[in-house]
C-alpha cells in the first residue's frame, strides 16, 4: 500500500474492494475518494441542514395553477375572436345589404322617392326590373341573411336613411334576450 498526498492507494485486489467502500462512504459525506493512479477526486459535499435541492411540491402546485390559468385566458380569448369573427361577418353583410338598395335606387333615380314606401311583401323576381321587386328582393336578402333580420328607407328632404337591424346570437342582456344590433348609412343622391 502506498501513501500519496495523504490518500492511501490499494494494489492488491482484496484491499482495494475495501479502500472502495471506504472511499464511497467517505464520498456521500463530503470527503474524498482516488482513483486507480492515485489522484483525489473530492466529492460533491451534501447540503447542509438537511435541506433538499430540486423541485418542492409547492412549486410544482404554483407552477400547475400558472398554466391552468393562462391556458384558460387563452381558451376565452379563442372565444371572444370567434365571436368578433361572427360579428364582423354579420356587420359586413348588414354592410353589402345597404349598399346592394342606395345601387338600386341610383340606377333608377326618377322613382327614388317609391323605395321609401315599405315593405311590398311580394316575391323576389331576378327577371323583373321594377321599384317594387327590387325591394322585394332587398327585403327578402336582409331577411335570408342576417339573424332576425329587417331594414327600412326613410328618405327626408336632403337624403336617404337606409338602417339594417338584426339580432346578436353571442350578447345577451340581463333577462336573458338577445341584443339587436343596427346598421344606418345616411346618403345623399
Known sequence: MEEMNGIKTVTDGLEA?????TAAQNCSSGGTRSTHDGAAIRAPAAPRGGRQ?????IEVLVTLL??????LGMAMLQGQSARFVSDAAVRSQASALIYDIIDR?????????AYTSGDPGGD???VV???ANDLNCWYQAVV?????GGGSIMETSTE???TVSWQDRAIRRGDGTPVTRQLQVAVEL
Do not use: E, W
Open 124 to 126: 323576389c323576381d331576378t
Open 17 to 21: 474492494a475495501t479502500h472502495r467502500d
Open 53 to 57: 435541492t430540486g423541485f418542492s411540491l
Open 66 to 71: 400558472v398554466m391552468t390559468v393562462s391556458l
Open 105 to 113: 335606387i341610383r340606377m333608377n333615380p326618377s322613382n327614388a322617392n
Open 144 to 148: 335570408d341573411t342576417l339573424p332576425q
Open 129 to 131: 326590373v321594377s321599384v
Open 160 to 162: 336617404y336613411r337606409i
